[in-house]
């Protein structure tokens, strides 16, 4: 047996049936060319010439589920469509609207620290050298007014977050909060 004379006498009725499962031609070619890849590999295997018709069909039928498996999967995947990402991204856009209030109603060394650092992307030791301080002090400064702007946080918002520490919910104390 030669694969062109098998594949002379079964592409025909092999595309026909492709066509009946999938609907695009460019996806059919596609297929086409795994079968007849497979049979090529495979052709040794085949002892008895009544088995090949068969064989050949039912190489395209796993051929057809596994393209739909294949495409189900990189059709599902759209990060855009994950639910949690939307979510995740909106809390952090509320949050974001939020801080700069905040940090407003800190002391003012508080809220010119935390503005620089966390508001416009300043680093700790760019800072640490523009005010004149060294950089350990400023970090512990930093990290007292982050606990500050924390506790501001906390009188007005109740926060919930993952076993990794991160953002997953945020609900307002009372309607007298009008900060968020």
Known sequence: MKIEAIWSEYQAS????????????????????????????NLHRIEDVNKLKPWLFQVANRAIIDFYR???????F?????????IEE????????????????????????????????LSQKEY???VGV?????????QKGRKLLLNVF?????????????LVDIHTKNRSC???
């Open 78 to 86: 759209n990060p855009d469509d994950l639910w949690y990402e939307n």
């Open 14 to 41: 092999l595309k026909a049936f492709l066509l009946k499962n999938v609907s695009n031609a460019d996806d059919v070619d596609d297929l086409l060319q795994e079968i007849m890849l497979k049979t090529h590999q």
């Open 70 to 76: 294949a495409r189900a999967k990189k059709d599902n």
């Open 90 to 121: 909106s809390l952090y856009q509320q949050m974001t609207h939020c801080v700069h209030p905040f940090i407003q109603a800190l002391p003012e060394e508080q809220a010119k620290l935390l503005t620089a650092i966390e508001i416009e992307g």
């Open 154 to 166: 906390n009188q007005c918002c109740d926060f919930s977050v993952n076993e990794q520490g991160e």
């Open 134 to 142: 060294a950089y350990s002090t400023l970090k512990s400064r930093v």
């Open 128 to 130: 640490a050298q523009q």
């Open 178 to 180: 009008s900060k968020c």
